[in-house]
């Protein structure tokens, strides 16, 4: 999945709009909007910005972004193994709120 669609999924999951999340990071909402749609990748300074308000580490965000085809072939069925292991993991330490978000993301 890539950053911006995951970035959306959790603005949504959160009750947000993007014009919200826009004023909290002190972008546009256009330059929200091309962050979610992809033809924008933010800095390293906003994209701090959108997990605080998203209430997400930056890694949980990227490892969302994970999907088996990002995977080689000679390692997808480690991944396939560990992947389901990783997410009870994320799902006890940031709250069983976050498992309907973890749910949606394949693995």
Not at 63 to 79: G, M
Not at 82 to 93: E, M, N, S, V
């Given at each position: 999945m890539e950053l911006g669609k995951v970035i959306n999924l959790l603005i949504k999951k959160k009750g947000l709009t993007q014009v919200e999340v826009a004023k909290r990071i002190g972008k546009s909402t256009t330059a929200l909007s091309q962050i979610i749609k992809g033809s924008y990748n933010p800095n390293p300074d906003t994209l701090d910005k959108i997990c605080k308000v998203l209430e997400v580490?930056?890694?949980?965000?990227?490892?969302?972004?994970?999907?088996?085809?990002?995977?080689?072939?000679?390692?997808?069925?480690?991944?396939?193994?560990?992947?389901?292991?990783?997410?009870?993991?994320?799902?006890?330490?940031?709250?069983?709120?976050?498992?309907?978000l973890l749910n949606e993301v394949s693995y």
């Open positions: 580490p930056q890694p949980i965000l990227f490892f969302l972004t994970i999907s088996e085809e990002d995977i080689p072939e000679d390692k997808l069925e480690l991944y396939r193994v560990l992947a389901p292991t990783i997410k009870d993991f994320l799902i006890k330490i940031f709250g069983e709120e976050r498992e309907e």
